[in-house]
């Protein structure tokens, strides 16, 4: 019998948990036919908004690496060392609703059992502001959309009503998500962000609003580095530089922490892993935190731009996973989902050894110094 890689999430069936998220890979037709017809499960499109955007001159995203013996990070010395993290100030889609309706229709028309979801954003200062939610979540799900994305993290937006600052404000995570609920027929999903000092209020102020699920997580904020012959940050334009968002490996472990208190928090409620992810090894973590699907920004976007080849081996290294754990009787993504999701406590909660086995300061160990002779009985 052939394995199963299905699963179902917020009520929706994917063909495989493996979701792009909203970033390049997503940006255009024909990046997401051909992500549908690689395989993906899923598409979050690249956040639609009804605003006029205008990126940066020059990259919008560069990807930290390192080189030699690893004492060398940079964005500019090619592509040859290993790499570390993503940066980026790009903003979301520049182009209009308009362009992406029509669009999201004929991809739901090519590929009807693939799962589009439609990322959106707008502001949230005014009734104005929240209607042009409704508008977008009307005309995304009218078009097709099989679910919709709230985009409450972008990093880089400067208006305080807006993009990360709407995931920073418990009222505004309320009010725009019941906005959106109003209207919608189809699940509602929030990306939240990783930039706030405990990210389970957030997640408590959107469940409450209705969401049927939170995506964590977003970039975190961050600045290219200094170039030390030229003294200019390695990203800028004149000379100037904002704070931008990192992806890629280097968030891996930090996206995780976030992830872990919410699916700790929230138990029995949906969760969507993002960060650092492009092997099913960094997946599988986020399923045994408790999330039900994952998406893949970075690793897609160097992987011939949509990520074919971390697709397969996403899906290869959860098919022989769920080979080599048969013997428990494990079928499908709920039989292990959320396994070590209490595993995660309080650090008062872990064991300390027993007065006859502690060593503090004594043992072995790599990042500290040599340990202390030990006392010699005449000392
Ligand atoms: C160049 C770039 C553009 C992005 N644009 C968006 C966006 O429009 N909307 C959004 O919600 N997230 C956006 N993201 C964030 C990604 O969806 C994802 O949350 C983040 O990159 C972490 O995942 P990763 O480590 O797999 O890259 C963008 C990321 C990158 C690198």
Redesign the pocket.
Known sequence: MGIDLSVSFTGLRFANPFLL????PTESESNIMHAFAAGWGGV?T??IGLHPVVNVAGP??KFLRFFGDGATISMNRGRQGVLHS?W?W????DKPLDWWLPRIERIKKAFPSRVLVA?I?AGSGSDKELEHWRTLARSCQEAGADAL?L?L??PHMDRPDMGSNIAKDLGLCSVVTQAVKEVARVPVWA?LTPATSDIVLEAGAVFRGGADAVSS???FPSLPLVDPQSLEFEMNVDGYVSSG?L??PA??PL?LAKMAQMTRAFPDKAFSG????SEFAHALNYFLLGCGTV???????LDRAVGPSVLKRLVAGYGEFLERQAHRGWQSLEDFRGLLRDRVVAQSQIRRPDQAGYQGGYEPQEGYAEPDPAPSPRD
């Not at 790009?90 to 889609?93: A, H, R, T």
């Not at 993002?274 to 992810?277: D, E, S, Y």
């Open positions: 998220a909203s970033a390049p979050v690249k956040t919008k995203t993503s980026n790009e903003l979301i889609s990322s954003m994305e985009n993290s972008c990306k997580t977003n970039t968002g992806g890629g968030i891996l996206s993002i960060g650092g992810v998406q893949v920004g970075t690793a897609a976007m």
